[in-house]
């Protein structure tokens, strides 16, 4: 596995890789998006406001993480590379800094909340999608820093 800063040449292959791991790791959410406009957010607006890395294993993009100061924006690893520390290499990519970090993810993806949990970070509050474009019910967690 190589992790590496990516360029916006990386934006489809990480658009194709999110709408991938979403639609096969997260099936309760629903598709709310073509994947042209996955593209666009992803080339426009993920891209241009985050640090955005990826791991390639044999080759492609096997996972990705963005963030910026203060959040975890994103972190996708593709279902087939799942359990094989490419998120962890990705977290510690993004909390490298040391600084404080807070993420969202689904109340109902209890494997990522398990991952975040045994890495330090802390359950702030749980809500119930109101405030989400995908009206599913999330939880915030904090990572206090070093």
Known sequence: ?????????????????????????????????????DLWFFRERLMVENEVWVSESDGEISGYVAFKPGWVSHLYVHPQHQGRRIGDALLAKALEDGEA?????????????????ARGFTLVKLTDGADNEEKTPDALYAWAGR
């Open 101 to 117: 970090r807070k993420l969202w993810t689904f109340q109902q993806n209890a494997r990522a909340r398990a991952f975040y949990e």
């Open 1 to 37: 596995m190589i992790l590496r800063r990516a360029s916006l040449d990386d934006a489809g292959a990480i658009a194709r890789l999110h709408r991938l791991t979403v639609r096969e790791s997260l099936p309760f959410l629903p598709e709310l998006h073509t994947a042209e406009e």
